[in-house]
């Protein structure tokens, strides 16, 4: 008895086979687009690391220039005070010229 290749068979056979071959070129697609999106992610967070570190710089150069600004602020303080002895040495001059203004009203009575 001889068996004759069942034609259908083959054909749906090779359906399959034909449809597992587009599958498998739409997964390869797939792949690729996720590698795309994979390497622009990349890119992104170069570019995030790129921020921040100018962030940082940024920041440290605030620091920089608030300390800055404290050492002035510091001078500033020594100046007023420095300005607050000058005046009570004014008011005391001041005080001693009305002593002297009232002695001499003193002696013009």
């Not at 008895?1 to 070129?25: C, D, F, Q, R, Y």
């Not at 602020?73 to 005080?95: F, P, S, T």
Request: glycine share 2%.
């Amino acid at each position: 008895m001889m068996v004759t290749p069942n034609i259908g068979h083959w054909a749906w056979g090779i359906e399959k086979l034909s449809l597992s071959v587009e599958v498998l070129n739409w997964n390869v697609e797939v792949l690729n687009w996720n590698l795309e999106v994979l390497n622009w992610n990349v890119e992104v967070l170069n570019w995030n690391v790129e921020v921040l570190n100018w962030n940082v710089e940024v920041l440290n150069w605030n620091v920089e220039v608030l300390n800055w600004n404290v050492e002035v602020l510091n001078w500033n303080v020594e100046v007023l005070n420095w300005n607050l002895e000058v005046l009570n040495w004014n008011v005391e001059v001041l005080n001693s010229n009305v002593e002297v203004l009232n002695s001499n009203v003193e002696v013009l009575n």
